[in-house]
């Protein structure tokens, strides 16, 4: 191994240790509240605040299809469709901001959405 091989080598470790320690130390993730907003062929259907205790199950039977939305513990998860390939409910939970789950041939898109704390108050401005 040649002393350049080395240093990129090194070089990508030590890129890679950042976006880590970035991502789970240094991101400011703190959110006032976190929905689920469940949207049927581009249309909001419905929002749900997601907390700690949020326990709610949404049957969702459309003309496109049917889909059964889990919402539990901050979190959305397709639990079943009747779509041929089940992708949506393979792909499991989301949380984060920015999320979504997508069944295609149902038409339905969960996103989980996020209003961030901005650290002003009244007297700020």
């Known amino acids: 191994m040649k002393k350049f091989d080395k240093i990129i080598i090194i070089s990508v470790l030590l ?6 320690l970035y991502l789970n130390y240094i991101k ?19 929002t749900v605040e997601l907390t700690e205790t949020t326990d709610e199950t949404i049957n969702l039977d459309t003309e496109f299809g049917k889909n059964t939305i889990k ?15 089940k992708v949506c409910v393979e792909d499991g ?15 339905v898109v969960v996103e989980i959405i996020g209003e961030k704390e901005d650290g002003l108050d009244d007297t700020s401005y």
């Open 28 to 46: 400011d993730d703190n959110f006032n509240s976190k929905k689920a907003q469940i949207s049927i062929d581009g249309q909001v259907y419905k």
């Open 71 to 85: 919402l539990s513990d901050n979190k959305a998860n397709i639990i079943d469709a009747n779509c041929p390939d």
């Open 93 to 107: 939970s989301i949380d984060e901001p920015g999320e979504i789950l997508v069944c295609l041939p149902n038409k």
């Open 15 to 20: 890129i890679s240790l950042l976006g880590f």
